[in-house]
Each structure stands twice: as structure tokens, then as C-alpha cells.
């Protein structure tokens, strides 16, 4: 599905159904250097068992044109205008690690639009090392295979995690490549890593929510560490959110090392 969101064709994939409005909508929102792929199994589920589905690429990654958000603030000002764009009132965000942060902001600013806020793999401050926003910038293949190793718990996943002949490693690594790649302006990949490690509203727009909040965590995330997301927990108890937190024995890509579990957290967090 295709939208014109302030003034750029921007992609969305709605899960192989066609795009309702009125029903119950879910916005999906990846990380650095991915784009609306991550995730697929959960976007195909929902959008076949009653919900509307936009998992977007944002601006200026892959199918989406624009210009590539520089900060988390932006990237959330970006959000509403995609809610605005798709006629959608009301809507639940779930975001990956950078998309986490995007998430949180733009559910802070968007208020009561927003039914459910879902945090996967989150942290905050979401600090990166100056050597890996180096890397990004001037060794990004380099860089690239650092991601892909501490991002996730293994690199052989299990046959049922994806079927059998999965190689976890190299698809994460194409990809990349790919989103890298689609876009020739701007180095997506070290412009949201400069994002993440300067966004410093964590706390403050947790405070702001309105809605409910699902923290879905993976114990052996060395990217952001489950202990680097306990500030935002504290501080969504301190202001009164209703708020869930599951920790899975995964990496940072909870979507693809244990997609059943995600999908089932998200789903039954939506519908609670």
C-alpha cells in the first residue's frame, strides 16, 4: 500500500489484506537499517485475524521516499502524519529498538490516537558506541556484521524458527545491504544510529503516554541490554501507566529468534 505522507510516496505492507480503516489498526515500526520485513510473520497474523496493518519503511528506506529521519523526534512527527494520511484515528505502535524510541515519542505526542504502545527491544538512553557510529559511517560492512552478531542469541536458529535451512546471519546481512543500498543520498544506517545514541525525551515522553504499555524484552540482547530498559520502566510506574513486561531468552531480534512468542505477546496485549 502506497500513501502520500507529507509529500513522499511512503510504503506500507498491510499483510496481504486490503487496507480497512475502521477496523482496529496496528502500526509497525522498524529499526536501524531494516525496514517493514522484520516483521512479517506478526503482520501477516494480525492482519489475518482482524486487524488493519501498517508496517511501514520509513522515509528514505527501501520502497518509502523522503528524507531519512535524523532524529526520534522527527521520525514521531512522521507517524502522525502516516495515521493522517491513512484516514486512521486510532491505533496501537509497535516499535523495535530505534522504531521503539519512535514509537514511545510519537504515542507521547499523539496522546489518546494511541490504544496500546508496544516497546521491543528498547532502551534508554539508547547510548551506541562511538566505535560502532564510526563504523557506520566510514565501514558500514563492518559494521554491519558487528550488528548481526551481537543482535542476536545464535546464528543458527533452530529449524522451527523460520523452517528448516534458515541462515539467520546472511539474511540479516542481505538486508541490510539492501536497505543500505536504497538509498544513495543519505547513510540510513549511520544517521539512525546517531538518532538513537542522542535522544534524550526517554523518560518524559513515558511520562506523557496514555496508553497502555507492553515491554518486550530479550534476556541475551546484547544490542540494548534488559537492564538498559529499567529507566523506562521505573518511569512508567512512577507516572501510573498500566504496563507489562516480557523478557524472552532471545537476542535483539525477538521477531525472528522466537516469532511465535512476540507475535503472541503483542496479540494478546492488544486484545487485553
Known sequence: MELQVNGAKTYCYT?????????????????????HSVWILQSRYLANHGFNVLAVD???????????????????????????????????LIGHSWGSLIAME??????????????????????????????????????????????RSTLAAPPSALGPGTWVYGAGMALGRRVLRSNPAVNVF????????RY?????????????????LGGQDQMTH????????????????????VTLPVGHHQM??????????IRDFLRA
Open 106 to 151: 510519537a504515542a507521547a505526542r499523539l496522546k489518546d490516537r494511541i490504544t496500546h504502545t508496544v516497546l521491543v527491544g528498547t532502551a534508554f538512553p539508547m547510548k551506541v558506541s562511538p566505535a560502532l557510529i564510526d563504523a557506520s559511517l566510514n565501514a558500514p560492512e563492518k559494521a554491519l556484521a558487528m550488528v548481526n552478531v551481537f543482535s
Open 256 to 265: 525472528t529468534e522466537t516469532p511465535d512468542a512476540t507475535l503472541f505477546a
Open 15 to 35: 499483510g496481504g489484506k486490503p487496507f480497512d480503516a475502521a477496523k482496529p489498526t496496528v502500526v509497525f515500526i522498524h529499526g536501524v537499517l531494516n525496514d
Open 200 to 216: 534524550t525525551g526517554g523518560e518524559a515522553a513515558m511520562a506523557a503516554l496514555t496508553s497502555p504499555v507492553l515491554f518486550l
Open 58 to 92: 520509513l522515509p528514505g528506506h527501501c520502497k518509502s521516499q523522503g528524507e531519512a529521519p535524523a532524529t526520534v523526534e522527527e521520525a514521531a512527527d512522521f507517524i502522525g502524519a502516516l495515521l493522517d494520511a491513512a484516514g486512521v484515528q486510532k491505533a496501537a
Open 190 to 197: 549511520h544517521r539512525g544510529f546517531v538518532a538513537c545514541d
Open 226 to 245: 534488559p537492564k538498559a530498559a529499567q529507566g523506562l520502566i521505573q518511569a512508567a510506574k512512577a507516572a501510573g501507566q498500566k504496563l507489562q513486561v
